[in-house]
């Protein structure tokens, strides 16, 4: 397809699972990517090894997105390597799974410290910095329509995610779109850590293919959102979830 040719496409938390699959997919349409991780240099370079062996061009960056100077430092290298920056996804996030009364304040502040500061930290550095007609893909959670039990703190960031992406479309102007994906249960270490087969099983009948995404399923969605054809679309939140809500 390569209709992604000449864009440059910053994806944070890409080291593995889903971030992962949308860099290689990406890569595979012709996009230069920036493979962003916090603490993953093996997989982060593996990531990038894995597109320059399918013939594209990227590389890796340490980046906490809790920290502001260190995704100032993130946009600033990744420009110096390729000269601009023209799509965004916010991928990088951080869940736990407990029932709200068994989370500690170290679990509530991890979660809105990655999933909704970072996010908050990487808008402002694109508000300048993200090329004009640029695209904005954040990553939200098909649990912030559902009430799952043990997913209230982490659901929380997520709506968090969705309602700064409505407000902030209306923002940043310059051409540049900015929308949501709410992927629902799907096949990533992350997901699937201390998860019974009962409880993977119960999750996959809850949609309408009776299987847990895998993360193709959402990379393809992200594929789309960053390219041209998509332009029209903006402020908004996108369930991709095989009909699960």
Known sequence: ???????????????RGIGKEIAILLA??????IVNHSNSQKEAEDTVDEIKQNGGDAIAI???VSDRSQVTQLFKKSIEAFGKIDVLVNNAGAMISKKLKDHTQQDFTKQF??????????????????????????????????????YAVYSATKAAVEQMTRVYSK?????????AIAPGATETAMFLNGKS???I????AMNAFNRLAKPIDI???????????????????IGANGGLV
Do not use: H
């Open 62 to 64: 340490k980046a906490d």
């Open 113 to 150: 410290e990655v999933n909704v500061r970072g996010l908050f930290n990487t808008l402002q550095e694109a508000d300048s910095k993200l090329s004009d007609n640029g695209n904005i893909i954040n990553l939200s959670s098909s649990t912030a329509k559902l009430m799952l039990p043990t």
């Open 201 to 204: 099983d119960k999750l996959s």
């Open 1 to 15: 397809m390569n209709n992604l040719n000449n864009k440059v496409i910053l994806v944070t938390g890409s080291s």
């Open 171 to 179: 923002e940043i102007g310059r051409g540049i779109s900015v929308n």
């Open 28 to 33: 595979k349409n012709g996009a230069k990517i």
């Open 219 to 237: 990379a393809r969605v992200v594929l789309f959102l960053a390219s041209d054809d998509s332009k029209w679309i903006s402020g908004q939140v």
């Open 197 to 199: 087969q009962e409880q």
